[in-house]
C-alpha cells in the first residue's frame, strides 16, 4: 500500500476506464476528495475522456459535490447508478443526451458487487419485474443514446427473473476513516458502511486498482481486526483527508456512527403541516415488534413522530444502507440513523428485504395512477432514479406509499405515471397489501386500481376527485381520517401501539415453557 495525494491518485484514470464510486447520498462515505480531484484534472488538462461511472447509490450533495464533480461533457460517457437525485448536473446531462445513462435498483446493484467479486456470471432476481428496469419496459434505460442491454429477461425453472450483468472495473474510488501503515481500513466514523469490501474486492478481480480516502493514518497492528472492513490485501492506494465531513451536511456526529446514543428529546419534533400528517397517518400502520423501512421523503418524519410519542422502541425501524433500529435520519442526511442497534453491510440488509424480512414499507411517492402504479423515477422533467424503492416496494409484506395530494397546484395522482417504479397489477397478482397516504384522503389498492378509503374532516369525495387527474372508485368502509392527525398535540400513539397484537412469533417457540 501506497500513500499518495488526490491528485496523483486520479492521474491514474485512464481514457475509457470503469469507475467504481462507494458511498451514498448526501456525503455517507463519499470519497469527495478523490473526486474533486478527478474533476479538476479534467479542466486543467482535458483528460480523462469517455469514462463510466458506477455506484450503485447515488452521491452528491444535490449540486456540484459528489458525482457532480465529473458533470463535464467528455469526461462522462456512461454513468450506471441507482439514483441521480444528488447529482442533478449529471442527471440534466443524462436528459440532454449528452451521456448514456442506466438507471437500476440499489439493492440490485449492492448485490452484483458481491456477485462479481466472487466471479459469478451477474444476478438473478425477480427486483425490478414490471418496472421501467424490465427490459420490456426499457431496461433502465434514460437516455436514448442508451442501448446495451445491461439487464436480460430471462426464464428459469419455469418463472420470470431480471439478470443484471457484471461490469469490468479498472479503479475504484472507496472512503474509510482510518488506514493504518498497511493499507487495512476501518470505518468506525462513518454513518454507513454500505458494500465497501464487495467492491474492493471486485475490482482486485478485475484487475483494477483500489483507492481509499481516509481521515487519518493509525501504526501497523494498531486496528482490532473486526474494526476493519477493507483488508490491506485489497487497497493498493490511500489518501488522507483530515477534515473530511461524516457527511456534507454533518460534519461529525456520534450518534450517527453508533458509538453515542442521544436522547430522544434531542430528535426535533415536526412542524404541523401536511408533511406531518401524512407522517402520523403512516404511523398509525405501526405495531409491536414490526420490522419498518423508512424510505427517503416524507415518511422519513415517522422516525420523528415516533420519537415525539414515545413509542420509537416498541417497533424496528430501518434503512436500506444499512442501520438497523433507532430513528433513520431525514432530508439531506437520509441513509444515516441516530442510535442505531446494528449497522449491516448494504448487501446482507437488501438480502433480507428481498427475502420478505420487512412487515411494514414506508415510501413516498412522487405520482401513482388509476392503475396504482407509482413513480419515484423520472418526472417532470427530473430524473431521480429509484435508489432502493423497487427492492423494498415489490418484497415487504405491507407496503404504504406517502406524498401530498396535489404539489404545486397539479395532481400527483394522474391518469397514467410517466415511469412504473412500482406495478400495482404486480402487486394484486401477489396479494400484497398497498396503503397510499396523503394528508387529505388515504386510498388503498383495489381490484381495478387505489379506491378512496377515508377522507379527511370537512371533504367530500367530489373535492378529493377534482384534486386528483382521475376519479377513484369509493371503498365500502369509506370513513373520515381520524381527527387527531390534524391537532396539535400528541396522539397517544404509544399506548395504542401497546395495545395491538405483537408481531408472531414462530409456533415453534410457544413450545418453551412460560
Partial sequence: MRRVTAAQAAALVRDG???????SGGGHAVPDALLAALGQRFRDSGAPRAITALHPVGVGDGAQRGLGHLAQKGLLKRNIAG???NSPPVGAMALADEIEAWSLPQGALSQLMREMAAGRPGLLTKTGLHTFVDPRLGGGRQSPSAREDLVELVEFRGEEFLFYKPYKVDIAFLRGTTADEDGNVSMEHEAVTLEMLSEAQATKRAGGIVVVQVARMARRGSLHPKMVKIPGILVDLVIVVPEQEQTFLTPYSP?????????????????LDARKIVARRGALELFPGAVCNLGSGIFTGIANVAAEEGCLDAVCLTNEQGNVGGAPASGGDAGAAMNPDAQLDQPYQFDFYDGGGLDLAFLSFAEFDAAGNVNVSRFGGKLIGPGGFINIS??????????????????????????????GAYARSRGQPVLYVTEAAVFRLGKAGPELAEIAPGLTPDDIAARMGFRPALAPDLRVMDARLFAEARMGLAAEIAAKPRKPASARLAELPA
Fill in 255 to 271: 450518534a450517527y456512527s453508533g458509538e453515542v446514543r442521544v436522547p430522544l428529546d434531542d430528535i426535533p419534533r415536526l412542524k
Fill in 83 to 85: 439514483s441521480y437525485v
Fill in 394 to 423: 415489490q418484497n415487504a409484506k405491507r407496503v404504504i406509499f406517502g406524498g401530498t395530494l396535489t404539489a404545486g397546484g397539479k395532481p400527483k395522482a394522474v391518469a397514467q405515471v410517466e415511469q412504473i417504479t412500482f406495478s
Fill in 17 to 23: 476506464d470503469t469507475l467504481l464510486i462507494g458511498g
